[in-house]
């Protein structure tokens, strides 16, 4: 039976990177999605296509997704026969994320509702019709997942992380002292091992 996992990066990430999971997955075939924009209505594009090619010659599928490539990921795919996904350090809940984003650069609902695009110091613009989007969509996740997360992840909140977890069909595994971002030798040796465990 073919098989195949679809991997979804993260905010600045490209599709090359699935290559170094390669060696987590044998048996699989491994597909770098790449989507356009910063916008869940032009990345869902880019992710949708790729799981409908992906469909005429797999018979199974499984989903690697990182970061804000997860939340992208699950809005994309939600309603498809995705057998198992595997979410690292995963953007779990896109409005709570954009309101702490707005909280931090003192931007009120109101502000942003009036200009529609708001510049912050960070880097990131507050979107007002992005904010409208997350709220009409709700993420409806029932695919098998399991999560990996680390302690130190100064950009997802473990409560949010834990409320997805009783709200779905998840597993969840912490990494003590990991960070967001897993690029040291000892974080990535970590991750390999979980996701030689979680795809067995």
Same mark, same amino acid.
């Not at 699935?18 to 869940?40: H, S, V, W």
């Given at each position: 039976? &073919? ?10 990430? $490209? ?9 987590? $997955?044998?048996?699989? &075939?491994?597909?770098? @999605? ?17 799981? &409908? ?7 199974? %599928? ?25 979410? %690292? ?30 510049? @912050?110091?960070?880097?990131? @613009? ?5 904010? $409208?989007?997350?709220? *009409? /969509? ?7 997942? *399991? %999560? ?7 950009? %997802?909140?473990?409560? @949010? ?5 009783? *709200? /779905? ?10 960070? /967001?971002?897993? /690029?040291?030798? *000892?974080?990535? &040796? ?11």
């Amino acid at each position: 039976m &073919d098989k195949a996992i679809l991997y979804v990066h993260g905010k600045g990430g $490209c599709p090359s990177e699935a290559e170094q999971y390669r060696k987590n $997955c044998p048996g699989f &075939d491994l597909i770098g @999605t790449d989507y356009t924009g910063p916008f869940l209505w032009t990345a869902a594009k880019g992710i949708r296509s790729a799981y &409908d090619s992906a469909r005429t010659r797999y018979d199974r %599928i499984f989903l690697l997704a990182n970061s804000i490539g997860a939340y992208f990921a699950m809005n994309a795919l939600q309603d498809q026969a995705v057998e198992r996904a595997l979410l %690292i350090s995963p953007v779990l809940d896109m409005e709570q994320l954009i309101l702490d984003l707005m909280r931090q650069a003192a931007v009120s609902e109101k502000d942003l509702r009036e200009r529609g695009e708001i510049p @912050t110091d960070a880097g990131e @613009t507050l979107s007002w019709d992005y904010l $409208c989007y997350v709220r *009409e /969509h709700p993420i409806l996740w029932n695919v098998p997942t *399991e %999560i990996l997360y680390a302690e130190n992840d100064a950009l %997802i909140p473990r409560r @949010t992380v834990d409320r997805f977890v009783r *709200e /779905h069909s998840v597993h969840l595994t912490v990494m003590e002292n990991g960070e /967001h971002w897993f /690029h040291t030798r *000892e974080q990535t &040796d970590f991750l390999d091992a979980w996701m030689k465990n979680a795809i067995r």
